[in-house]
Nanobody, 132 residues
Framework: QVQLVESGGGLVQAGGSLRLSCAAS????????MGWFRQAPGKEREFVGV????????YYPDSVKGRFTISRDSDKNTVFLQMNSLKPEDTAVYYC?????????????????????????WGRGTQVTVSS
């Protein structure tokens, strides 16, 4: 069982930065792939990025590539989402999620981990609002 708690959300002006944190419980945190998603009102949950455990490989969609960076601190059981050059369209509730069997996806891990259905554990989310 893994419990995830996000923090760090808030209100920021366009062009600004925020760093979200996701604290995870559980002794096997380092073996999980950790993803970030977001959901704006009336829209579907959108993939923001993922970091896997082996070597810390990451994958981002084009919408955030070059602006968002995911990192993890296994000693602290925490994963971070650094968001720079924020835009009003980045406004959403941001969720972190954990996947424990990403190794089974092989070379398709990037596509597989971009789907919400791949994750068995979710946090409750933290609101990010970007004003124009």
């Amino acid at each position: 069982q893994v419990q995830l708690v996000e923090s760090g959300g808030g209100l920021v002006q366009a062009g600004g930065s925020l760093r979200l944190s996701c604290a995870a419980s559980g002794r096997t945190f380092s073996s999980y792939a950790m993803g970030w998603f977001r959901q704006a009102p009336g829209k579907e949950r959108e993939f923001v990025g993922v970091v896997i455990s082996s070597g810390g490989g990451t994958y981002y969609p084009d919408s955030v590539k070059g602006r968002f960076t995911i990192s993890r601190d296994s000693d602290k059981n925490t994963v971070f989402l650094q968001m720079n050059s924020l835009k009003p369209e980045d406004t959403a509730v941001y969720y972190c999620a954990a996947n424990q069997n990403y190794a089974t996806y092989g070379r398709a891990w990037q596509l597989a981990l971009s789907l919400p259905a791949a994750y068995g554990y979710w946090g409750r989310g933290t609101q990010v609002t970007v004003s124009s």
